[in-house]
């Protein structure tokens, strides 16, 4: 399956860090979609936590999987998302019934979805993912759930609470960024905390850096994994070996940010447009997008 990026933590090269209890849940998910039993999981935390490094790491388990990922930009075109979502199996839409094969092919090709039968649609996405889950192992995956707009984001609130009637594994992934989270009863969570710190200094170390700066860092930077991988790269070679000071303020945060875009400013013009083109797919369709590039 093409790779979520939305929050961007790439897995140490011998796997996550500190996540095993998290990683055997999410096992247990996948071995029970094997065996025919559909189960769903909320992922949550804050942001650069690690939450799409570990739903990448559970959607690469050798079985089909469906991805969707919210886009802030999109937030106001009706079942953008559950578009992305649905786009690889749609075409067992004609084995639905065709009101509902109607209502589904209806509201996904539409500006408006107040133009169509809401409970039809949403049943009708159960009942295509129910047929493609009858195919083969499935995992339903949506990350940055908060950025699709209402009515996707409701489709697959609707589609997590009945996950056990599907046959597949829905797993979701929301970043708290401190406004209050939006409920969504029937559906377990799994809240992911920042890194301890001997897993922390683990992951710092994994960047490069000599065993002081990763203390240093863990005590600027705490157990965010993706503040702890990238804020390295910031550094210069004498500093990630301590051989100069570090500097007074490290980049997180807003500086993070104006850290990767000075490194994409300094790109030429040719591979800049490629990482636009690559960020505006989603990584959908590799040939499609392989072509374009070419």
Excluded: C
Excluded at 15 to 26: A, V
Excluded at 52 to 76: N, P, Y
Excluded at 261 to 289: F, K, N, T
């Amino acid at each position: 399956m093409p790779r979520p990026v939305a929050e961007g933590v790439p897995a140490p090269a011998d796997g996550l860090i500190g996540r095993r209890r998290e990683q055997r849940r999410l096992a247990e998910l996948i071995e029970g979609v094997r065996q025919g039993r559909g189960g769903s999981l909320l992922i949550e935390g804050p942001p650069g936590v690690g939450k799409t490094a570990l739903l990448r790491d559970a959607s690469d388990d050798g079985v089909r999987a469906l991805l969707a990922i919210g886009v802030e930009r999109e937030v106001d075109l009706p079942f953008a998302a559950l578009a992305d979502l649905l786009e690889p199996v749609l075409e067992l839409a004609e084995e639905l019934p065709a009101p509902q094969r109607d209502a589904i092919r209806g509201a996904l090709a539409a500006a408006d979805p107040g133009g169509h039968d809401r409970v039809q649609v949403l049943h009708a996405t159960v009942a295509l993912l129910r047929l493609a889950a009858e195919r083969e192992p499935l995992v339903v995956a949506v990350d940055d759930v908060q950025w699709l707009d209402p009515s996707s984001r409701g489709a697959v609130a609707f589609v997590a609470r009945r996950a056990d009637r599907i046959g597949a594994a829905v797993l979701v992934v929301r970043s708290l960024r401190g406004e209050p989270a939006e409920p969504w009863p029937d559906v377990p969570t799994l809240t992911l905390d920042e890194l301890g710190r001997g897993d922390a200094l683990l992951l710092a170390r994994r960047q490069g850096v000599s065993a002081p700066v990763a203390e240093a860092l863990v005590d600027v930077l705490g157990g965010n994994p993706l503040a702890l991988t990238e804020a390295p790269v910031q550094l210069t070679d004498d500093q990630r070996r301590g051989r100069t000071s570090l500097p007074a303020a490290l980049p997180t945060g807003e500086r993070l940010t104006r850290g990767y875009q000075r490194r994409i400013a300094a790109l030429p013009e040719s591979a800049r447009r490629a990482l636009l083109l690559v960020a505006a797919g989603g990584g959908e369709h590799p040939r499609a997008l392989a072509a374009a590039l070419a």
